[in-house]
């Protein structure tokens, strides 16, 4: 019998270490997972998505550029993926999508690693796109003191920032901030190697620096990070693993141990 299927959907998601993650998981268990990586664009991803569930799908991860478009195709969702308006995790129950979102869960486990508890932390948030809306839910929960928002379309953040009752700011205001206890870059800048152009007055000795993005993506960031004096400079890596690790649970009912598969990813070539 063949192992049920699951996914991943984004553009571009050839460089996705999800398959690899959800079959560490599995080996874990002994179960065979057959999850793959597809290419699907904001234009084609209703269309992908149809065609994996009538193949057989039974789950699937959304990442970049979907998370938002994701809701809009699923017959419900969880609380926390209505709070934050953005889906990266499908479950299929019956002939529909259920929706919910591991992202917030899954960064606040990879910072409680990092020994970085945002509680009575002031934070700043870049970005107001899927990744960052479940982010900012999150932190706010956790019990951020101060919790500032800032993107390039100051519309988008304001919006954000009005429905957790935190602080909007616009990119250019940024030089006129003190320091902050955390940063979280929650952008695509890295994706299309644009800059940033943050200024180093957001950073003090203590403050540390998180990028949801790894790899390429996040070196830009982390290296402002570091050059201007961060305490830590980390990417998302491990919360790419912790999300991962609640889809998996979610999906199959059991929860995989993550530390095996941090250690397996870092040492990867």
């Known amino acids: 019998m063949a192992p049920a299927r699951y996914a991943v959907f984004g553009q571009p998601i050839a460089h996705s270490l999800s398959p690899r993650i959800h079959a560490a998981f599995g080996a874990q268990f002994g179960m065979a ?20 569930a009538h193949g ?24 926390r993926a209505q709070r ?8 299929r129950d019956g002939d529909r999508w259920h929706g919910d979102s591991t992202d917030g869960i899954g960064l606040l486990r990879d910072l ?8 009575d932390a002031r934070v700043l948030l870049l970005g107001a796109g899927g990744a960052a809306r479940a982010a900012a839910f999150a932190l706010a929960e956790a019990g951020a003191r101060e919790l500032l928002i800032s993107n ?32 979280v ?27 949801l993005s790894y790899g390429h993506a996040a070196r830009s960031f982390l290296d ?4 201007n ?23 199959h009912r059991r929860r995989p141990h993550t530390e095996p598969v941090h250690a397996m990813l870092r040492a990867r070539p």
């Open 224 to 227: 402002w990070a570091r050059a």
């Open 56 to 79: 057989g799908g039974l789950g699937a991860n959304v990442t970049l550029p979907l998370k938002e478009d994701a809701p809009l195709l699923c017959a419900s969702s969880s609380e």
């Open 112 to 119: 409680a690693r990092q020994a970085r508890d945002p509680r």
């Open 152 to 183: 390039r379309t100051p519309a988008r953040a304001r919006s954000l920032a009005d429905s957790l009752g935190a602080r909007a700011g616009t990119w250019e205001a940024l030089a006129q901030e003190s320091p902050f206890d955390l940063i």
């Open 33 to 52: 997972i057959d999850y793959r990586a597809i290419e699907a664009g904001r234009g084609d991803f209703a269309a992908a998505l149809d065609a994996f």
């Open 84 to 91: 934050c308006g953005s889906v990266n995790t499908l479950i």
């Open 229 to 251: 004096g961060a305490v830590r400079a980390v990417d998302g890596l491990g919360m790419l693993v912790e999300q991962a690790a609640e889809s998996f649970s979610l999906w």
């Open 185 to 211: 870059n929650a952008t695509s800048a890295g994706h299309a190697d644009a800059p940033l152009d943050l200024p180093r007055t957001l950073i003090a000795s203590s403050t540390v620096c998180y990028d």
